[in-house]
T-cell receptor
């Protein structure tokens, strides 16, 4: 089946530092979504990318979809303690079911 | 309802017993998904429905697992003859559209299943 890997698995940063997580698929994706899961919570949708090379921004968050549509990244500028959580990418190659990545757990040290 | 509702929130059962997990999606949402999430892992796809039709059940681990959504709304995930390896958080999600394009998944709080 489809595999979606994320690196790093864990990341500890000082508040104010930047953070990036990378998502790689074994197959070409039709679209990719990003979710954030706070400790003890459930995944919450952040954004969807559809086009090759697409870049979208949400305040301090920048999302990118690779040209080959097999990888994606999420970059957070100047992290805050509210950014703490696990970030998942979820890829689809059929436009239907999504396969989630392994996640990157972000800890922000005040 | 306001969000996806799952019940029970916690379920402890003995090995060999059957369990039924319920999901009540957001009203009007066409698609309903079941995922399983182990601690520290990403959600693992199990199955999904559009309305009452099960579109894909390729993620169900074996034939002890089954799901239904008979009236296109509430869904039940049933695990027969539970085993300890079935212990996990079972999450339901719904989405408005019948395809994943421009249709984010809305997750419930999950059912934590523990098989002793």
């Amino acid at each position: 089946g489809q595999q979606v890997m994320q690196i790093p698995q864990y990341q500890h940063v000082q508040e104010g530092e930047d953070f990036t997580t990378y998502c790689n698929s074994s197959t070409t994706l039709s679209n990719i979504q990003w979710y954030k899961q706070r400790p003890g919570g459930h995944p919450v949708f952040l954004i969807q990318l559809v086009k090759s090379g697409e870049v979208k921004k949400q305040k301090r968050l920048t999302f990118q979809f690779g040209e080959a549509k097999k990888n994606s990244s999420l970059h957070i500028t100047a992290t805050q303690t509210t950014d703490v959580g696990t970030y998942f990418c979820a890829g689809s190659n059929t436009g239907n079911q999504f396969y989630f990545g392994t996640g990157t757990s972000l800890t922000v040290i005040p | 309802g306001a969000g996806v509702s799952q019940s029970p929130r916690y379920k402890v059962t003995k090995r060999g017993q059957d369990v039924a997990l319920r999901c009540d999606p957001i009203s009007g949402h066409v698609s309903l998904y079941w995922y399983r999430q182990a601690l520290g892992q990403g959600p693992e796809f199990l199955t999904y429905f559009n309305y009452e039709a099960q579109q894909d059940k390729s993620g169900l681990p074996n034939d002890r697992f089954s799901a239904e959504r008979p009236e296109g709304s509430i869904s039940t995930l049933t695990i027969q003859r539970t085993e300890q390896r079935d212990s996990a958080m079972y999450r339901c999600a719904s989405s408005l559209a019948g395809t994943a394009y421009n249709s984010p998944l809305h997750f419930g709080n999950g059912t934590r299943l523990t098989v002793t």
